[in-house]
C-alpha cells in the first residue's frame, strides 16, 4: 500500500494539470529504506509529449546524486495519462528498473472537462504490475 500526504497528492496532481496536454512526471523522494514519500521533485518531460514521458538524462543523474547525498531514495515514481486512464502502458512497464519504488499515474483524460482525476499506484517488478491501494493522509505519524 502506499501511504502518501494529501500534500503531494496535490502537488502531483497540479503538476499533471499544469503540463496537460503533455504528460508530466516526476519522483517523491524518501528516506532510504523508509519507503516513505516526502520530497517533491517535479521533472521536466524530455519528450514533450501527450503519449510518452521521458527524464532528461542530465537531470536524472543530478536528481540521483542528490538523492545520494541525502541518502534518499525514490519511493514514488509518477507520470500523468492525458487520453487514457491511469494504467501503466507497455512502454511505461519496459521502463519501471526502480522495483522498490510507487508508481503512480494520474489521469488527466479529463482535464478540459469537469471529470475526475485518476491517482493510482502501481508495483512494477519484472514486468509485473499489480496495483495497490492508495491511503491519503493529511500527515505521518511521528516515528
Known amino acids: 500500500m502506499l501511504t502518501i500526504t494529501q500534500a503531494l497528492v496535490d502537488q502531483i496532481v497540479e503538476h499533471a494539470r ?23 521533485i517535479p ?16 537531470d536524472l543523474l543530478k536528481l540521483y546524486r542528490d538523492m545520494d547525498d541525502r541518502d534518499e531514495e525514490p519511493v514514488v515514481i509518477y507520470h500523468s495519462h492525458t487520453a487514457t486512464e491511469a ?28 471529470g475526475d482525476f485518476q491517482f493510482r499506484s502501481y508495483r512494477i517488478v519484472d514486468g509485473e504490475v499489480t496495483e495497490e491501494p492508495v491511503q491519503v493522509v493529511d500527515a505521518y505519524p511521528a516515528a
Open 43 to 58: 521533472m521536466l518531460n524530455a519528450a514533450r509529449s501527450p503519449t510518452f514521458y521521458e527524464f532528461d538524462s542530465q
Open 87 to 114: 494504467y501503466p502502458s507497455r512502454t511505461d512497464i519496459s521502463y519501471a528498473n526502480e522495483p522498490g519504488a510507487h508508481y503512480v499515474l494520474v489521469s488527466t483524460a479529463d482535464a478540459d472537462g469537469l
Open 18 to 40: 499544469r503540463d496537460h496536454p503533455d504528460e508530466a512526471c516526476g519522483v517523491v523522494a524518501g528516506p532510504v529504506g523508509s519507503g516513505r514519500p516526502e520530497r517533491f
